[in-house]
């Protein structure tokens, strides 16, 4: 009795019933398996060049922060300044002598009198 077996492309006619339902034991799964030295050796590269990735993460990371404290001293100084300089306003308007004349009085008046001379 032949038995058909799917997914296997043209690789189906190779593959024997036994070896599908075969479920390794916990001793064939824990089995290490060596390495080629040419894998071991890529492994190791690899290994290196993602810990200096993680390196330079992390330094533009502290770098970002200290940008962030910096930004926000400045934000905060700035503050200060808006608040000081709010204030000295404030109070030479409050000590200002009161102007009584209307502005737009004067705008017409100087008009008038450049009217008359002409």
Not at 21 to 29: A, N
Not at 100 to 109: A, F, G, I, K, L
Request: glycine letters at 2%; a negative charge.
């Amino acid at each position: 009795m032949k038995k058909t077996k799917y997914g296997f492309g043209k690789l189906a006619p190779n593959v024997r019933h036994e070896n599908l339902i075969h479920i390794p034991t916990p001793e064939e799964r824990s089995r290490l398996v060596p390495l080629p030295p040419a894998t071991q050796a890529e492994i190791q590269r690899l290994t290196q060049e993602l810990q200096a990735q993680r390196e330079e993460l992390n330094r533009r990371a502290q770098q970002d922060e200290e940008r962030h404290q910096m930004m926000q001293q400045m934000m905060e100084e700035q503050r200060r300044e808006m608040s000081a300089l709010k204030e000295m306003l404030a109070s030479s308007s409050r000590n200002a002598p009161i102007d009584e004349t209307n502005p737009h009085e004067d705008s017409t008046n100087s008009n008038n009198g450049d009217t008359d001379a002409n």
